[in-house]
């Protein structure tokens, strides 16, 4: 996915890393966006990945993301 974004849109800074870990760019915003990633984590991580993003976020920064109502345990397919 990363070699698609760079190649449609060359001038943008791309990264592969886990969110756990991410330095988010070494940079801060105004509001970030988390589609189908933190109810996929382990509930340390998920804590890690907020504690991280909360940390990256501008005062009064806005974070909207999507969990399922209830909590749930996802099986990914192995290959």
Do not use: H, K
Not at 14 to 38: I, K
């Amino acid at each position: 996915m990363a070699a698609a974004f760079r190649q449609r849109l060359p001038q943008a800074v791309v990264a592969c890393e886990s969110a756990q870990d991410s330095p988010f760019f070494n940079r801060t915003y105004d509001g970030a966006v988390a589609t189908g990633l933190l109810f996929l984590l382990q509930p340390a991580d998920q804590i890690r990945v907020l504690q991280r993003l909360a940390a990256a976020m501008n005062p009064g920064g806005r974070f909207l993301f999507i969990a399922p109502r209830q909590a749930c345990v996802w099986t990914d397919a192995r290959r």
